[in-house]
């Protein structure tokens, strides 16, 4: 089966030249709250991107990083918020919102179900999302959830770009990313925007930023 690529579909995203670094400063990042429920989310007045990963994927740390803050999603987890919506406001302009990750959830098969259909609900009917950042983890191979969900997103026409996480690890080996194209070619024309990033080192914080900021400028609610 042939997939259309989201309308992010492209090659690598370029470097971001020193000149363009200014794109974006994060000047506020409050948390607004954990919701269940489309209805329990703020109106979609502004524009919004979700972040998801596996567990363990860096997804934490990754939106620490982006908003300069240290602990604003916590690190390796906070209980109870692992299931949910978690929405902060950025700058008072737009919204991040950190889904649960998939994978190794230590909950019930009845408990898993409910909060994947919440999650796929939310994806696939949230107005103003504007793009789903789906981290992986670039120091293993191509895991098939991964896989499966970013085929998902493409059957469901839902907008996103792959955010390959700590990529400063010893770990890491340019060899995954590119097994992990040539795995999704197999169902794709072209592989999907993607970003190069570690948390660590804060590679990658200028593109995304700079990738948000110019969402943003054509967001009209
Ligand atoms: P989450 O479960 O996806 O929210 O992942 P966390 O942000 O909690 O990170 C999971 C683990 O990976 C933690 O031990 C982090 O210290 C580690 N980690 C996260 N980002 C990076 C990174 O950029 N580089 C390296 N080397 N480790 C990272």
């Known amino acids: 089966m042939e997939k259309i690529p989201p309308s992010h579909a ?19 990042a409050n948390f607004l709250g954990s919701f269940t429920t489309i209805a329990q989310c703020p109106p979609p007045a502004k524009p919004e991107y979700a972040f998801i990963g596996r567990s363990n994927v ?20 906070t209980p109870g918020k692992t299931q949910t919506l978690n929405f902060y406001h950025i700058n008072e302009s737009w919204y991040l919102v950190d889904l649960p990750g998939y994978g190794f959830a230590k909950v019930s098969k009845t408990k898993r179900q409910e909060f994947e259909q919440m999650l796929r609900r939310y994806l696939q009917k949230r107005e103003n999302l504007q793009c789903v950042f789906l981290l992986i983890d670039s120091r293993i191979p191509p895991q098939q959830s991964d896989l499966d969900f970013a085929n998902w997103l493409g059957e469901m026409m839902i907008p996103f770009v792959f955010v390959f996480t700590k990529t400063d690890d010893r770990a890491f080996k340019p060899a995954n990313i590119d097994n992990f194209k040539q795995a999704l070619l197999e169902t794709w024309n072209e592989m999907p925007q993607y970003f190069i990033t570690s948390s660590r080192r804060t590679t990658g914080k200028a593109e995304l930023l700079s990738f948000i900021n110019g969402l943003n400028k054509q967001f009209a609610p």
Do not use: C, D, F
């Not at 492209?10 to 506020?28: A, F, L």
């Open 10 to 28: 492209n090659q690598p995203t370029p470097p971001v030249k020193p000149q363009e670094q200014r794109g974006m400063i994060i000047k506020y």
């Open 58 to 77: 860096g997804k934490s740390s990754l939106i620490n990083m982006l908003t300069g803050r240290n602990s604003l999603a916590h690190v390796s987890h």
